[in-house]
């Protein structure tokens, strides 16, 4: 089976090969490939995520996966949230920051949503179970972590394991992973459980 990963994030495709292995799911091809897909003006993760898959699909008729998320920080009433890739790439951590200055509520949270459409068209959408809780930092970490999936990591605390994100190695990343389930992993549970059957 082969499954096209619509992301040049390589952050998002090592979590996927990660969690494949994981389950021994050795003989699934992850293809990942950039698109030209549009991003649509939606409220939720979960929305746009659905409507790039949906476009993908239209474009491959054959089986996709598409992971989106973002940064949802309190005091910013969820801000960037579904924009959190656009601001990534415009203001940046350094602009996060800048907005935060003088606000006590650090907290902030990743949600994120994965979409997989079967080679029939069928949508299966997966969403973050626990985890991705984090504290924003009052400036921007210097270290830069292979498998970060944004700028974001630079600024975002993790309390459980007492580190910025991108500073966090792969083995803490696997404690705090044991109490949460990301939408990828919820994914491969899943596909644990029906493929071959696919």
């Given at each position: 089976?082969?499954?096209?990963f ?22 699934i ?35 996709v ?20 890739k ?10 996060i ?39 924003i ?28 994100m ?30 071959p059957?696919l």
């Open positions: 089976m082969i499954i096209n619509i992301t040049s994030n390589h952050g998002k495709i090592a979590s996927l090969r990660k969690h494949l292995a994981a389950y021994n799911l050795n003989d091809i992850v293809n990942a490939m950039n698109l030209n897909i549009i991003e649509p003006q939606s409220d939720t993760v979960a929305e746009v995520s659905l409507s790039k898959a949906k476009q993908a699909f239209d474009i491959l008729r054959a089986p996966l598409v992971e989106d998320g973002g940064l949802s920080i309190e005091a910013l009433n969820g801000f960037p949230g579904v924009y959190s656009y601001i990534n790439t415009t203001i940046g951590a350094d602009g920051i800048k907005l935060m200055v003088g606000e006590k509520n650090r907290r902030a949270n990743y949600i994120s949503t994965a979409t997989f459409i079967d080679e029939n068209g069928i949508p299966n959408q997966f969403h973050r179970q626990g985890g991705g809780q984090v504290l930092t009052e400036s921007v970490s210097k270290t830069n972590n292979p498998d970060a999936w944004s700028d974001m990591w630079k600024i975002s605390f993790n309390e459980k394991i007492g580190k910025i991108s500073e966090m190695t792969a083995e803490e990343f696997a404690l705090t992973s044991q109490d949460s389930k990301s939408p990828v992993k919820l994914f491969v549970e899943w596909l644990s459980k029906n493929y059957k």
